[in-house]
């Protein structure tokens, strides 16, 4: 089945919390972040990621069989970094900024890696994972159902 919004949204949260944030906490040792600037970022993918859903799950209406292949789900991912990208350092530009984030405290490559590392464990785990431990995820819509 395909995932309905609610069940993309509560799969994000999930998988945020479980791999996102010890992924985010690794990076924000190694990079010495005083200002937690990885869990601000990471805080940003999450909410725009809410946004995404919304515009991923109307794009599903037009597919014969209204699923998402990884294929698309890689392209989206390559497009959210993107985003974020420009908004760490593209709103300094026309005198706007981030909240919590100073593009100045980290480094492209920090970005790059941080971002890769968290989207390719929540990916990875949405095609595997997710499926071994909830396996009645996909059968409800994408929701995290313990027991029905």
């Known amino acids: 089945m395909t995932p309905v919004l ?5 799969t994000r949260v999930f998988l945020t919390l479980i791999l996102g944030l010890p992924i985010t906490a690794f990076f924000w040792w190694w990079f010495e972040d005083d200002d937690y600037l990885t ?5 940003y993918v999450t909410v725009l990621g809410f946004g ?45 900024e ?3 984030v100073d593009p ?5 490559w920090q970005f790059l890696l941080h971002y890769s590392a968290v989207w390719f464990a ?13 396996p009645r995820w996909r059968f409800f819509g994408g929701q995290i159902v313990f027991s029905r």
């Open 6 to 10: 609610f069940g993309r949204w509560q």
């Open 39 to 43: 869990f601000a970022i990471l805080g």
């Open 52 to 96: 995404w859903d919304l515009l991923y799950n109307h794009l599903q209406i037009y597919r014969w069989d209204r699923d998402w292949p990884p294929a698309f789900q890689l392209a989206a991912g390559v497009v959210e970094a993107l985003l974020i990208a420009a908004l760490i350092w593209g709103l300094p530009l026309i005198d706007l």
């Open 98 to 100: 981030l909240p919590l």
């Open 104 to 108: 100045d405290d980290i480094a492209w």
């Open 122 to 134: 929540i990916f990875l785990a949405s095609l595997s994972v997710m499926r071994i431990f909830f």
